[in-house]
């Protein structure tokens, strides 16, 4: 049990320590919070599951939704910046151009 817990901890640590240290592009930046997304939702899941609880079984589809719509907002921005600025480079943008 302690290896499951090991392995969802080091996968959402190394997916904020990517947002983190490599803020390049936006596509990496959104690949490493949808890896996190997808790590919470495994884990929530295998946790109502060792635990029986059924009438909780609702929560993991919720985060799931969630991070689809995330992940297309993400994408949608992606189309955008790349069309207005030329590039995804997040250095390039400004908040106060935009």
Known sequence: MFIM??????????G?????FHRTHLLSALLCLEGM????FIAISLWF?????????II??????FSACEASTGLA???ATTR???SDHL??????QC
Request: one cysteine or more; proline letters at 2%.
């Open 77 to 79: 921005l992606l189309v």
């Open 84 to 86: 207005t600025h030329g």
């Open 16 to 20: 904020l320590m990517g947002l983190v």
């Open 37 to 40: 997304m997808l790590t919470l």
């Open 91 to 96: 250095q390039n943008l400004n908040l106060l």
């Open 60 to 65: 993991p589809m919720v985060l799931l939704t």
């Open 5 to 14: 817990y090991f392995t969802f901890s080091s996968a959402f640590t190394l």
């Open 49 to 57: 599951m060792v635990l029986n609880f059924i009438s909780c079984s």
